[in-house]
């Protein structure tokens, strides 16, 4: 998965929006939507909220944890805690992402909330560093990692691909004795 598909999963998430036009209910594929009525809150996918703001059919109302306060504490929260803690919604990359980028005027105090933003970024970032530079280092096999979300994965998952194939040939090529492949590499040359 690239960092393109989990915003479009993402989009998938329902969120609050203000309607500026009325309609009835929408039954769409996968979601049932409405009924629209001017000023009333309404919640449906992101991707339809995107795409009426786009049109000028609504305001979108940012989620609960999009805001000074609430990213106050998920910081406080992260830099305490060795571990991942667990975020407001799966999605929390993609979706403020999402909206700082786009539709940061709704959002009160939008400078404050990018920087708390990008500070929770970094710090789940510097912990998945430590993390697996500790796995590396451990010699496991295995390692169980709670509360990532999909936005760091994909992030990681190159690197990390690449790492553990690099570190597995080099296990495999200590293992191999010298002897038995200088007279495998003997024997065969002589048979030619």
Known sequence: MEIEEAEFLAEKQIIEMLPNFKAPVLNLM???VGPFNPGVVTKAPLWLVLLLCEQNRCRILPPSWLN???LTEIRSAERAAPIFTKLP???FFEIST???QRFSIEVPNADAVKALFHDILDIRMAKL????SAFFGSGSAHAVVNNLTSFEIIRIRTFLSD???RLNTLE????VNPFTAASTSTSTSGTN
Request: aromatic share 0%.
């Open 172 to 175: 495999m090529s200590a293992n």
């Open 89 to 91: 919604n799966p999605c």
């Open 163 to 165: 790492s553990l194939s």
């Open 30 to 32: 996968t979601v049932t």
């Open 68 to 70: 000074v306060e609430s």
């Open 129 to 132: 560093d430590s993390s697996i």
């Open 98 to 100: 999402i909206i700082l």
